[in-house]
């Protein structure tokens, strides 16, 4: 689904001439390789533990969580190099209906599926799952800015296509760190909370 869209999106924006909607479609191509990276790592920590792995391969999800983390974090990067550039800039809408309607169906799409996501990644404690279904739903954000963005230079409107892209893109980088502190404590065998720790007790 999110392949579909992401395909959908390059394909609009580069016809309608909306660099956001453009972006926003390189943004969604960096979210297919966390999910790639989330299923490779469930798969691995689903083996079996042998004589080289005693406690199995459990961790194999932390470390995949730490790529997404970094996947994530480039995803606030470029969108904040993108939200910059539009400052100073306007993209020449051609077809801005097709351009606002994607945008609308990128973000209801991506709101309920992400989360779908969060909530199986929690039944089935799949840090990473959960992870990725943070950020699938942050999308409902992005895709609106790229909303706004886009009817905003489509009436020629300075500065808020780029003030909104920035500031989506640190909301992004905000999960992007959580998760990322999340695998590395996990990584790092961090003791659990006190509360925790009594109820093992």
């Known amino acids: ?41 469930l798969k691995i920590a689903q083996k079996k533990a042998n004589r080289r792995f005693p406690y199995g391969y459990y961790k194999a999800e932390n470390l995949a ?6 996947l994530i974090s480039y995803a606030f990067w470029e969108m904040l190099n993108q939200g910059y ?66 009817l905003s230079a489509y009436y020629q409107i300075p500065y808020i296509e780029g003030i909104i892209t920035i500031g989506i893109s640190f909301l992004i980088l905000k999960i992007g760190l959580s998760a990322m502190k999340d695998s590395v404590l996990a990584l790092m065998d961090v003791s659990p909370s006190q509360e925790v720790e009594k109820k093992i007790a």
């Open 1 to 41: 689904m999110e392949g579909f869209l992401a395909a959908a999106k390059i394909i609009i924006g580069l016809l309608s001439g909306s660099l956001v909607l453009t972006s926003d479609a390189i943004h969604s191509g960096s979210d297919l390789l966390s999910i790639a990276s989330s299923w490779f790592g």
């Open 65 to 70: 969580t730490l790529v997404i983390s970094f």
């Open 85 to 150: 550039a539009s400052l100073f800039s306007f993209s020449l809408i051609k077809m801005p209906f097709l351009a606002l309607g994607i945008s609308l169906i990128d973000a209801l799409v991506l709101f309920f599926f992400g989360s779908y996501e969060i909530k199986i990644g929690k039944q089935i404690g799949a840090q990473s799952l959960a992870a990725m279904g943070e950020e699938n739903r942050t999308h409902i954000f992005s895709s609106m800015a790229v909303f706004v963005g886009t």
